[in-house]
């Protein structure tokens, strides 16, 4: 069992950023697994973001809604795998969670939540003013 542990939502004006991490804990660690970001707004379905392959510094796959403003980075060494959020805006605001896929590399259907096999329970990030 991969536990995954997201932190550094909170509340952000328009136009800022704000970076979230995915640390993994216990005995098992994310370095093997690709890995996802999706976020869910209020009254909304989970939405996938990107993934990043086990052997990918930063991520290539990202959804149209945040290509260009968010980045998929992550560090092995640290166990952990982060979202950079520039620009943001209100319709940005939810809750965003990590998830580990049953691969080590991303696949075509990286937005799906199907493809991934573990999950955190998520942070969350509002954008307003």
């Known amino acids: 069992q991969l536990h995954l542990v997201e932190s550094g939502g909170g509340l952000v004006q328009p136009g800022g950023s704000l970076s979230l991490s995915c640390v993994s804990t216990g005995p098992y660690t994310l370095d093997t697994y690709a890995i996802g970001w999706f976020r869910q707004a209020p009254g909304k379905e989970r939405e996938g973001l990107g993934c990043i392959s086990r052997s990918d510094s930063t991520a290539d796959d990202y959804a149209d809604s945040v290509k260009g403003r968010f980045t998929i980075s992550r560090d092995n060494g640290k166990k952990t795998v982060y979202l950079q959020m520039n620009s943001l805006k209100s319709e940005d605001t939810g809750i965003y969670y990590c998830?580990?896929?049953?691969?080590?590399?991303?696949?075509?259907?990286?937005?799906?939540?199907?493809?991934?096999?573990?999950w955190g329970q998520g942070t969350q990030v509002t954008v307003s003013s």
């Open positions: 998830a580990a896929a049953f691969r080590g590399y991303c696949s075509a259907l990286y937005v799906e939540q199907i493809e991934y096999r573990y």
